[in-house]
């Protein structure tokens, strides 16, 4: 994925932020290439993931929640971050938002929940279930460039704004961008709304369904 070196480069300069350099004479181009790689295959880049500690939330963390589901979907769905319940399981999306998403996944795609992969922008539980933080999500954004890059899916859904902003970069508001078809390298983007918003705002589940009808067609 084109962003990827990137985004290993920016998650090196919020380690050494945080490890308190403020200014650095380090130049893009002093990076080789084997300082900023994760390994490729899924099973060695989730133990890397496992024994994460590059950013605060590894302090408070229970368990990592790498992502779970076919690693050669052809969809793949990007949430936030793991909720309390899930930081407990190491499962994303067990619950009540992820029994919505199973539904949509199931009722309205058609397909398993099982057949699609799913993950999040950051791995581990954000204290009172905030927002991460910019430091956390570009620290952790490596691993779901590589989790993409390995997985290769024909459409990604990212559900809610943290999810699009952090993968794609852009900063439009959600309400804009859901409903279309965004692309990123390769990659079809379908930016829609994120289920816990839905569980508050019931009356948005006729948009998801039909960004759900637009994926579906995206699907044959
Ligand atoms: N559970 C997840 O795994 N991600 C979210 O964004 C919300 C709940």
Not at 46 to 74: I, P, T
């Amino acid at each position: 994925m084109r962003n990827l070196h990137n985004a290993l480069l920016l998650k090196q300069l919020y380690q050494l932020k945080q490890l308190g350099y403020r200014y650095t004479d380090l130049s893009i181009s002093n990076y080789s290439k084997s300082n900023l790689q994760l390994p490729s295959n899924m099973t060695e880049l989730k133990s890397e993931a496992m024994e994460c500690h590059l950013c605060q939330l590894s302090k408070s963390r229970n368990l990592v929640v790498f992502g779970e589901g076919d690693e050669s979907a052809d969809i793949l769905f990007i949430g936030e971050a793991p909720n309390s319940a899930e930081n407990d399981s190491g499962k994303p999306f067990i619950g009540r938002s992820g029994e919505l998403l199973t539904n949509m996944i199931e009722k309205v795609l058609l397909i398993k929940r099982a057949d699609v992969y799913i993950s999040n922008i950051v791995k581990c539980h954000t204290p009172d279930s905030r927002t991460p933080k910019p430091t956390e999500a570009h620290t952790c954004l490596p691993f779901l460039l590589k989790q993409i890059e390995s997985i290769d899916p024909k459409i990604i859904v990212t559900l809610g704004a943290t999810a699009y902003h952090y993968l794609t970069g852009d900063d439009s508001d959600i309400s804009k961008v859901r409903g279309t078809v965004q692309k990123l390298d390769n990659y079809s983007i379908v930016p829609t709304l994120h289920p816990s918003y839905l569980l508050r705002n019931p009356s948005a589940k006729r948009d998801v369904f039909s960004d759900m009808k637009l994926i579906k067609s995206l699907m044959l």
